[in-house]
């Protein structure tokens, strides 16, 4: 039940911000613009498409490429979201306070967390209206848009997990933005070591988040994927609860 609480005034707190609106509407605007310009590009040769044996459709032409640059977007945007979670708590000095409350450390994670998710869900929502709009002119594969969906929202919920726990690392939300973008950025590509064919490259390209993203793009749902963006969330949220109960030892 606080647990809901803390999401509810996190999402409020969200939506009160002017940071927060800009950053919704920029997404929408820039995501907008790449789908029509990919929509476009489909129109201009679907003639050519059309004598193809096995022809693409709209979501594997369309679709997909938008939600492959959604996420690079997000990335960039995701930790100016994440970046107050808890160092504005701990600048303005009322984490002591939320320290004194009766809810515990894993709450006041999960709070904020499941709090910026929902934000995130609402913006998700907002970009599936783009590839459904496409119905009122042909069809859609709608097995491999859920599976865009199911990608990028575990690729947003990893992200957000992953800026969530440099949040609580520092006072200055700055810090905490710049740091969250080098550890996703350094997650993303990761992936490049593998190329080496070294088993040690392989084992770093494992851990990257693109390589298990592009299979939920192309369709290709596969436990394990889902397993590691699943144990990714978990291993950050888990890595924030640890930090806040070091800093409540200390008060």
């Known amino acids: 039940m606080m647990i809901a609480t803390l999401a509810a005034r996190e999402l409020r707190s969200l939506f009160l911000s002017p940071l927060a609106w800009s950053i919704l509407a920029v997404v929408q605007f820039i995501l907008a613009w790449l789908f ?9 040769f679907q003639s050519r498409i059309a004598m193809m044996e096995n022809p693409p459709g709209a979501t594997e032409v369309i ?7 959604a ?12 970046m107050r979670l808890v160092s504005e708590e701990r600048r303005s000095r009322t ?16 709070g904020k967390y499941l709090g910026l998710l929902g934000f995130l869900a609402i913006m998700l929502g907002l970009i599936t209206l783009m590839p459904l709009s496409l119905l009122s002119i042909g069809t859609l594969d709608f ?13 947003l919920g990893a992200f ?11 006072a200055q939300p700055t810090v ?4 969250t973008f080098g550890l996703l950025l350094l997650l993303w590509i990761i992936e490049l070591t593998g190329k080496n064919g070294a ?33 990714f969330i978990a291993a950050f949220l888990v890595l924030g609860i640890r930090r806040l109960d070091a800093d409540r030892l200390q008060h």
Request: glycine fraction near 6%.
């Open 36 to 44: 029509l310009g990919q929509l476009d590009v489909y129109i201009a």
């Open 63 to 69: 679709v997909a490429p938008l939600f492959s640059s």
């Open 71 to 82: 996420t690079i977007i997000l990335l960039l945007v995701i930790p100016l979201l994440t």
């Open 95 to 110: 984490l002591p306070l939320l320290f004194s409350a009766p809810v515990s450390m894993s709450e006041i994670v999960l």
């Open 143 to 155: 097995g491999l848009l859920a599976s865009n969906l199911l990608g990028l929202m575990l690729m």
């Open 160 to 170: 957000a997990a992953a800026g969530l726990f440099m949040s609580t690392l520092t």
């Open 176 to 179: 905490a933005a710049i740091s």
């Open 199 to 231: 088993e040690a490259g392989n084992v770093l390209a494992y851990l990257s988040l693109q390589r298990h993203y592009e299979a939920l793009l192309r369709g290709l749902f596969n436990s394990s994927d889902i397993l590691y963006y699943l144990l």
